[in-house]
Structures are given as structure tokens and as C-alpha cells.
């Protein structure tokens, strides 16, 4: 069965701390994605990665950053958490697309529900 | 940039009802696919219509995609109280990596 998990279902963190949020997935896809979910403006894509060591920006990239050293793991890190990052992050993954797109569903993980005080 | 639009926001209806929720969009796509999300929890894919498909069924669920107006629409037949969840449509528009645009979602409550 497929599986994406993550490190964390609720977190709670103080205004400039560093947080880690981490992500697994066990099917061998190439493609994963962190997104954040806030009431009223739906999922954001925050970043996505289409290969290990690579990172492309989303949509609302500022004040995050990524890392993917190994293919079954994508970590999310807020270098400085501020209180205007608290919210639902979700994590999901991917095979690539017959044209070697990302056109295939996603399939995500729990999500982690953030808090930073 | 928000591809999706979706309506009703909230709908509520009695159990064995048929609850439709559409979607707009605004740039060509490949494809377009429907996710539900339990309270509180991930989403869970649920329906994938390509850009050269017009409908679509899968179980209770009937999907419907006009290129045309660029607009989908999900109808879920027979509902049921498990099916109170919320309902997302998420764009793959050309030229933009593949990435998925989601709506702001449909909340639908199916009253036993």
C-alpha cells in the first residue's frame, strides 16, 4: 500500500526557531511536494522536487527552504519561524507523467499542523 | 497564482442525495483531478480527466470536463454520511512544470 508520512502530526515552535519538517515516502517516486493549507486560500505549493539534490520554487517560496538527499525524503525548513507561518503543511509525491511530466495524482501525507507562538 | 474556483463552498445535503460541486479554471490544462480531504487529514486522490476526455465514472462518482467554458463538475450520487469531507479540483496547466493548482475546495456535510 502506498505510504507518505510525516515526521509530525502537530508541532508548536517559538518565533525564530528553526524547524524541521520531514517527509518519507516509500513507493520510489521521483517527484515530491510541500505544500501549506490555509482556510480560505486552499493548498499552496510552497516547493517541489523532481529528483534527489533537486529543487524547484512554488508559488510562495519566501522564508522556507528545502532539502532532498536521498529519493524517498524531502524536508521543509523554516530557517526562522515566524508566527505568519502557522498553518497546515502537507507533503505529497508522485511518478512522473508517460511525457515525463507531473501529471500523475499525488498522493500525500497526514500533514503536520504548525503552530509557532 | 489560484487556477481552481470552486462552488458552492459549503454544501449540506440528506444522505442518499446527490451532491454536485463544480469548478472553474482559467489556462489550458492537461488534466484535471478531483481529492477529498477527512477532516484534518491529507488528501486522497480520487479522479483524474485528461484534456481530451469528456466524462468520466469511477464507482459513485461521475466526472464531466468542458474545455470549452473550462469548467468541471463532480457529481457524487447516492451520498452518504462517510462522504462528508472536503472536495478539491487541482489543475496541471501547459507551460507550468506539471505543478498542481488546487481550488479553495467544496465543504460538503451529508446529514444522516
Known amino acids: 500500500d502506498v505510504k507518505v508520512t510525516q515526521s509530525s502530526r502537530y508541532l508548536v515552535k517559538r518565533t525564530g526557531e528553526k524547524v524541521f519538517l520531514e517527509c518519507v515516502q516509500d513507493?520510489?517516486?521521483?517527484?515530491m511536494f510541500w505544500y501549506r493549507q490555509d482556510p480560505g486560500l486552499g493548498l499552496r505549493l510552497i516547493y517541489f522536487?523532481?529528483?534527489?539534490?533537486?529543487?524547484e520554487k512554488g508559488d510562495i517560496p519566501e522564508g522556507y527552504s528545502v532539502s532532498r538527499e536521498k529519493k524517498e525524503r524531502f524536508s521543509l525548513i523554516l530557517e526562522s519561524a515566524s508566527t505568519n507561518q502557522t498553518s497546515m503543511y502537507l507533503c505529497?509525491?508522485?511518478?512522473?507523467?508517460?511525457?515525463?511530466?507531473?501529471?500523475?495524482?499525488?498522493?500525500f501525507g497526514p500533514g503536520t499542523r504548525l503552530t509557532v507562538t | 497564482s489560484q487556477q481552481g474556483e470552486e462552488d458552492p463552498q459549503a454544501l449540506s445535503i440528506q444522505e442518499g442525495e446527490n451532491a454536485t460541486m463544480n469548478c472553474s479554471y482559467k489556462?489550458?490544462?492537461?488534466?484535471l483531478q478531483w481529492y477529498r480531504q477527512n477532516s484534518g487529514r491529507g488528501l486522497v486522490h480520487l479522479i483524474l480527466?485528461?484534456?481530451?476526455?469528456r466524462e468520466k465514472h469511477s464507482g459513485r462518482l461521475r466526472v464531466t470536463l468542458d474545455t470549452s467554458k473550462k469548467s468541471s463538475s463532480l457529481l457524487i450520487t447516492a451520498s452518504r454520511a462517510a462522504d462528508t469531507a472536503s472536495y478539491f479540483c487541482?489543475?496541471?496547466?501547459?507551460?507550468?512544470?506539471?505543478?498542481?493548482?488546487f481550488g479553495q475546495g467544496t465543504e460538503l456535510s451529508v446529514k444522516p
Open positions: 505529497a509525491s508522485t511518478a512522473p507523467g508517460l511525457a515525463g511530466g507531473l501529471s500523475y495524482e499525488q498522493y
Open positions: 513507493m520510489d517516486h521521483e517527484n
Open positions: 522536487s523532481y529528483d534527489v539534490k533537486m529543487k
Open positions: 489556462t489550458s490544462i492537461n488534466n
Open positions: 480527466i485528461r484534456s481530451n476526455e
Open positions: 487541482a489543475t496541471v496547466p501547459y507551460n507550468q512544470g506539471g505543478k498542481l493548482i
